[in-house]
């Protein structure tokens, strides 16, 4: 069964504006949520993350958004550059898992300048 | 070095034939994972180590796939009578502690199995 879930496998967005990348799952055993973003050839790169504890965490352009009750995080990119196009990946971690992480299918973000 | 090293980069092989990855770690990294990439999807989950333990084997396919790590550093990954279907992009990562959730990753290995 797919635990985390990114429902939109690509998503268009002008330079400027805010890419919003959402991403759903589905056991409240996660209690750490991450994003990574992947360019071609690449191994993914860390970018954001957020404990269970918080609801906003924010690093300079990026914000992500933790809803609990709805098990849903967002990531928002504002306002977005054409270097942010690449595959972004939402990843979810249990305490007790042992710190192995959970990934969506992943959203592939086109910024067009 | 700096970051998560990978070798080989690229493997092609035959059906039947047994490859072997490796993966060295960002130095002092106690923790160490493997995932699988297939075309098209997610990461998904493979082993993962501490120190040179493996607690969490859930993620290995089946019994063709098996891994190690010595010293505290380098794993290798081995998938033995590897089939068209293990074609994908194993990728390792390392956290500095089992506690740390943050993973650094390398940029892979590609399989083809022809």
Known sequence: DQQVKQNSPSLSVQEG???????????????YFLW????????????????????KNEDGRFTV?????????SLHI?????????VYFCAASANN????????????????P | GA????????????????VELRCDPISGHTALYWYRQRLGQGLEFLIYFQGNSAPDKSGLPSDRFSAERTGESVSTLTIQRTQQEDSAVYLCASSSSLGSNIQYFGAGTRLSVL
């Open chain 1, 65 to 73: 958004f933790l809803n609990k009750s709805a098990k849903h995080l």
């Open chain 1, 17 to 31: 504006r805010i890419s919003i990348l959402n991403c759903d799952y589905t056991n409240s055993m996660f209690d």
């Open chain 2, 3 to 18: 970051g998560v090293s990978q070798s080989p980069s690229n493997k092609v092989t035959e059906k039947g034939k047994d």
């Open chain 1, 97 to 112: 898992q042992g710190g192995k992480l959970i990934f969506g299918q992943g959203t592939e973000l086109s910024v067009k």
């Open chain 1, 36 to 55: 990574y973003k992947k360019y071609p050839a690449e191994g993914p790169t860390f970018l954001i993350s957020i404990s269970s504890i918080k609801d």
């Open chain 1, 78 to 86: 504002v306002p977005s550059q054409p270097g942010d196009s690449a």
